[in-house]
């Protein structure tokens, strides 16, 4: 059973376009979070989700907006998508601050 | 400005030595300390959590833990080809459910 799944694993798409990347877990974690990852292969947090409470990174832009349903799920939308939002976007969840577990990723490609 | 610093590499050990990856912190509050292990083209792949000074050890690995240097570091015995990854060091800045600051990884190459 896979514990933390991404839809879509690639994503490609014309500048301005808006675009969702969506994620689940099934592992019972009460955190989520998603990560960039650039071309250089930084890992970077971009948010975390923690029991309806919502953690803004500062430097990430207000055209990125995480939106949580419920617990297991945190989708990750994207306005007037720009060259430099390619990148591979990670989610991770975690429980009472333990271990994170990473998504498979999704590779934005922005043309 | 909290960061986590490691030698990007690559480092190439022969197959069946120790390959020893070090990672230094900048908050000397870090609560909790990660390694996780990336193939190319995948997602990062926990390996070992040290959250107490010392050494833990599983398998071939061994997670060692300083804070009074900000230091924590991975020793992978035996190495292997299959070890071949980038190795993202992980630190838990703050107590409680918070995101993970990662250094820049070390790529570690083991050689046949």
């Known amino acids: 059973d896979t514990a933390v799944s991404q839809t879509p694993k690639y994503l490609v798409t014309q500048m301005g376009n808006d675009k969702s990347i969506k994620c689940e877990q099934n592992l019972g974690h009460d955190t989520m979070y998603w990560y960039k990852q650039d071309s250089k292969k930084f890992l970077k947090i971009m948010f975390s989700?923690?029991?309806?409470?919502?953690?803004i990174n500062e430097t990430v832009p207000n055209r990125f907006s995480p939106k949580s349903p419920d617990k297991a799920h945190l989708n990750l939308h994207i306005n007037s998508l720009e060259l430099g939002d390619s990148a591979v976007y990670f989610c991770?969840?975690?429980?009472?601050?333990?271990?994170?577990?990473f998504g498979p990723g999704t590779r934005l490609t922005v043309l | 400005q909290k960061e986590v610093e490691q030698n990007s590499g690559p480092l190439s050990v022969p197959e069946g030595a120790i390959a020893s990856l070090n990672c230094t912190y900048s908050d000397r509050g870090s609560q909790s300390f990660f390694w996780y292990r990336q193939y190319s083209g995948k997602s990062p792949e926990l390996i070992m959590s040290i959250y107490s000074n010392g050494d833990k050890e599983d398998g071939r690995f061994t997670a060692q833990l300083n804070k009074a240097s900000q230091y924590v570091s991975l020793l992978i015995r035996d190495s292997q080809p299959s070890d071949s990854a980038t190795y993202l060091c992980?630190?838990?800045?703050?107590?409680?459910?918070?995101?993970?600051?990662f250094g820049k990884g070390t790529r570690l190459s083991v050689i046949a």
């Open positions: 989700y923690n029991n309806k409470e919502l953690i």
């Open positions: 992980a630190v838990n800045m703050k107590a409680g459910n918070t995101p993970l600051v």
């Open positions: 991770a969840s975690s429980q009472d601050a333990r271990d994170q577990y």
